[in-house]
């Protein structure tokens, strides 16, 4: 073993990993330039002068453990120059980039860096050669059989003795198939959420078709009032006042329609920064129209100071919507006048956003509670049992957290918390 | 009693409420709007005729349950319910309920003014019925128990022997006592009696003619 390793001497101390390469075969010739061995002396500059030479040994003993671990990381371990010269090059990176360590010490960094990425990693090295911390990060890079792999690199600088940064190492990760995994469920995931608000909508049908046919009888027995108005003579601003009735409810008939076609509209989810109370406010049409479908009145009352939160619109207003939904189907045998539902936003725990729905139905059974939030779990005769499980994926994805609670009175609630980010650092 | 007939409107719904209201003032009718049945029920007072315009679904008390309420009161205002599509059981139920008319929703503005003026015509008769029957009862009331016997048994067709054996007196007596009922119900006829006794369900039509 010893008499294996090179000792050599380069002009600066320079970066340090041992390459215990005895039982693999001949050195490529350009890599003996660079040959990174430990140095008899590596730990010179490191070590007190007064160290001993127990000191010494364990030193070294310890830094041939970091390096061994190096080496058999599945992560892909690199150093290079600023110019993108690569000094070292791990069994991980062999693996992952399909370069063996004698072909790749030597090469340029970008070689394995697509074109269309060249200027960010150039930006980036000069960065971290001026002494930034860059952290971790997300980038592309190129193997040797031209597949384009997503990576999570985490940079750090090297520096010499004196404490002048020297190279850049890198640790790199193949999250490309994670990435796919991800994806694949975020697809499967938007999938589901909008087949149960195609589903929800037909269910919703004959409730939306009469709450849009309220604005339309009212419209029709306005302008009636009004030509009769007309006929009889009467002061203006009667009929002035009819006519804006009919206009407000020219609007209130496109509300309706616009929160069906929000509903029905079959898209990526898009996360964008929102005011969790117009969110709810989005949905108070269908909510009312399912309320008075169920002769339940839905009471909304939105809190103040509410932060932003960060989320797809459409899918937390699908999520309200069959929680309202489940708590007004709790309800047929509550007495009429406590039929209500209650749709509150509050500040908890500071820096998050809470959304109850709070009936006054069955409540919940031990044996519900336990499973309401299965897929396919139903007490209902025409249940699918896909209601809570959607909403828990939904709000899932969002970071936050679904549950439900037995009311001390009657009834259960079920809510939702989301974390709330400040606009300016939203993650 | 004879004061301007009320269309008393009740729908959650502010706009169809208000364009109802509008409506029915067009047309030169007295509304009263409420915006639950609650509300209606609080502050009905049943000597003010009219009649009620309903929404059969409501949040809290529905339309249905507002009709149920009324009759237990012994309330008979006229309704006319105002229904959506598809509340083919809903309008069942009201029918059997009492209901005068049904309009589905969106309905034609003569069809609403023409059940609300049959639904006022017909609270005009029913109070006017009302009347008669206090009339009549009041009549009743002015008879002797003696006089209530001899009414009772000369509506169900008895003769005056038949009479005076079954309360025990002679024929003149009862003579008298029939002429007294007849002077005090004004009834100028036997068959005028046995309606008045009708009206106040003191025999029965059909087991009579029998
Ligand atoms: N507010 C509530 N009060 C009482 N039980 C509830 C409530 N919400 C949900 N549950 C219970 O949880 C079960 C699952 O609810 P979920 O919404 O997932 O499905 P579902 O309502 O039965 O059917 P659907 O797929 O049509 O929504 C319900 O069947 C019911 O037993
Ligand atoms: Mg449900």
């Known amino acids: 073993m010893k008499n294996r390793r090179r000792v050599r001497k380069t002009p600066s101390a320079g970066p340090t990993i041992e390459s215990n390469r005895g039982d693999r075969g001949p050195t490529h010739p350009a890599l003996r330039e660079v040959q990174m061995e430990l140095p008899a002396d590596a730990l010179a500059d490191r070590l ?24 058999n990381v599945t992560d892909a371990v690199i150093i290079q120059t600023f110019d993108g010269g690569i000094l070292a090059w791990n069994r991980g990176a062999e693996l992952m980039y399909g370069y063996a360590e004698e072909e790749a010490v030597g090469m340029n960094i970008r070689d394995i860096i697509p074109p269309r990425v060249h200027q960010k990693a150039a930006a980036l090295s000069d960065r971290i050669a001026s002494g930034e911390a860059v952290g971790s990060f997300e980038t592309r890079r190129l193997t040797k059989d031209g ?14 003795a004196s404490g002048r940064p020297e190279a850049i190492a890198t640790t790199e990760r193949d999250i490309t198939q994670l ?98 109370n117009a969110v709810v406010g989005g949905i108070a049409p269908i909510a009312e129209a399912l309320g008075r479908n169920d002769n339940t009145g839905i009471r909304f009352i939105l809190g103040d100071g509410l932060g932003p939160v960060q989320g797809d619109r459409i899918q937390l207003q699908q999520v309200l919507l069959n929680l309202i939904r489940n708590g007004v189907e709790a309800m047929p045998d ?43 779990f139903s007490t209902k005769q025409d249940g699918m049992g896909m209601g809570l499980a959607i909403c828990s994926s939904i709000i899932q994805a969002h970071g936050g957290r679904l549950w439900a609670t037995q009311n001390a009175d009657a009834g259960c609630t079920v809510q939702f918390s989301l974390p709330c980010y400040p606009e300016a650092n939203v993650p | 009693m004879n004061a301007q007939p009320t269309v008393f409107i009740v729908d959650d719904d502010d706009s169809v409420r208000r364009a109802l209201q509008r409506l ?38 529905s339309g249905l349950d507002l009709q149920e309420e009324l009759k237990l009161r012994g309330f008979t205002i006229p309704i006319v319910f105002i229904t959506g599509h598809g509340d083919v059981p809903m309008s069942v139920r009201a029918m059997k309920g009492g209901a005068v008319d049904f309009i589905s929703k969106p309905f034609n503005d003569q069809t609403l003014l023409d059940a609300i003026q049959h639904a006022q015509a017909k609270d005009q008769e029913s109070r006017k019925e009302q009347a008669a029957l206090g009339d009549i009862l009041g009549r009743v009331d002015r008879l002797t ?22 309360l025990g007196t002679s024929e003149k007596t009862v003579k008298v006592h029939r002429a007294r009922v007849m002077q005090k119900m004004k009834a100028e006829s036997l068959a005028d009696l046995v309606l008045l006794a009708q009206a106040v369900g003191l025999c029965k039509p059909k087991v009579q003619s029998e």
């Open chain 1, 48 to 71: 007190p002068e007064q160290a001993t030479p127990h000191d010494r040994e364990r030193a070294e003993v310890e830094l041939r453990r970091l390096t061994a671990i190096v080496r």
């Open chain 1, 147 to 160: 597949r384009t792999i997503n990576v999570w690199v985490t940079a750090t600088t090297l520096t010499d």
């Open chain 1, 179 to 276: 990435k796919e995994a991800e994806e694949t469920i975020r697809v499967q995931q938007s999938e589901i959420a909008h087949f149960g608000r195609v589903h929800a909508m037909g269910e919703f049908a004959a409730a939306l078709a009469h709450e849009l046919n309220q604005p339309l009888c009212a419209i029709g027995v306005n302008a009636r009032a009004a030509q009769r108005m007309i006929d009889a003579e009467e002061p203006l601003d009667e009929l002035q006042d009819a006519l804006g009735d009919i206009l407000q409810d020219v609007e209130r008939a496109g509300r309706v329609v616009q929160g069906i076609r929000d509903q029905l509209q079959k898209c990526e989810p898009e996360f964008s920064t929102l005011n969790i």
């Open chain 1, 334 to 376: 509550t007495e009429p006048d406590l039929r209500i539902l209650i749709v509150e936003t509050t500040k908890s725990n500071g820096d998050e956003v809470q959304v109850c729905v709070r009936d006054h139905g069955q409540g919940l059974r031990d044996s519900v509670a336990e499973r309401m939030f299965e897929p396919f």
């Open chain 2, 24 to 61: 029915a003032r067009s047309v030169g009718l007295n509304v009263e709007t409420f915006g639950g049945a609650q509300e209606f029920i609080n502050s009905y007072d049943s000597s003010r005729p009219g009649c009620l315009v309903l929404d059969v679904r409501m949040p809290g008390l």
């Open chain 2, 145 to 166: 128990p003696r006089e209530r016997e001899v009414f009772a048994l000369v509506v169900c067709g008895k003769l005056n022997k038949q009479i005076a054996h079954q």
